[in-house]
């Protein structure tokens, strides 16, 4: 292939991402072709439904039925996979294209989280690009940011918002009032959920791509196994509103972090000080934080969801395509990725919010007290909240109150210990709830 001869692009996956990919390219042909120094051209598509009204016109382009006969059709040189989910036929194209020396854009966080090294080796051993920046945090570029523009710092942790749904929902919780559940609902009729919302709220769809960010930032084997989940079911309103009042946002968080023992790799509803960058970063938007010994702490923050944010991303990857970069997939070679170390979940050190349901009756505060300081946990505040509250379910319609406490750095053994020795006491009534608050 000539450089100067059109780069022939085959899109498999014709759904919100895929149709906004097509208009990018042809609404936007004449600019990309510029930046590429050669003309990017949409040479094929395939997807189930040939007949479906998409808003584009597929009249120049040759439709296949199957992704893998469009890999080796000789029609096009770079397959831009848009299908998604972690194995199947989203894999076998790639692996076919990889195979057969054709370059390879991806938005598929599940595959790359499975597969990334082998995909990224198979590339390399093929002399062709694997970009993927779409896959994480849609529209913002930083996985250029991580595998280029930082590439002279060592890294001490990368951290944010990476999914838009789940921060719609803790956004829309915060704004309204509502509850979880409400949210969620309303989340799903504006379109920003996985076709499974459960990969959403349990926060395997931010786990997907923190351990991308992982082996970009900090040059380890994708762990995808080794990593902690907590996703935001479990949020209250009642949380959301006792965080408002200690001066906190609640945010999911996927967390890398270089630690003395290893690497603490976690997804977990997070407070935030109010007035941090991330704390202010509201509705379906994503950011992405990354500390670097030389360039300090920056911020990227933008669309993380939605097609022509995430078309945006796809698309600038084929202009680097178009330009002859074939970089390293995960930012070096994939035979050099160090094996991850896990640093234990318990060991976390760290703040914590803590909220506990106790019968109202003389002690219960001051048992409570007494517990965590057994523990060697010092508390910033602790709170007897105004009101009682019945729990769910509760025949006796015994009154509790509710208190809220917030701890110094402590670590998760010392508050992991000190809940179960006040819940197996009785000192409370159903489940702690436990937040993990990132101070800084
Ligand atoms: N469901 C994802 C989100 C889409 O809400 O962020 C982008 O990966």
Redesign the pocket.
Known sequence: MDNRDPLRIGIAGLGVVGGAVVRMIQGNEALISQRAGRAIRLAAVCARDRNRDRGFSTETVTWFDDPVTMVRSGEIDVFVELIGGEGGIALESSQAALSCGHHVVTAN?AMLAGHGAALAELAEASGVALNFEAAVA?GIPIVKALRESLAGNAISRVYGIL???CNYILSQMESEGSTFADCLKSAQELG???ADPTF?VEGI?TAHKLVILTCLAFGTQIAKDEIFIEGISSIEPEDIAAAEQLGYRIRLLGVAQMTDTGIEQRVHPTMVPKDSQIARISGVTNAVAVDGDFVGSIVLSGP??GGEATASAVVGDLVDIGRGATGFPLGRPAASLVPYQRARMRAHQGGYYLRLHVPDRPGGFATIATYMADAGISLESIVQREGRSRLAGDQAETSFRTVTIITHDTTELAVRDALERIVNEGVVAGRPQMIRIERH
């Open positions: 966080k849609g999914n838009g749904t920003y959920a996985e959403d769809d993380g969801a």
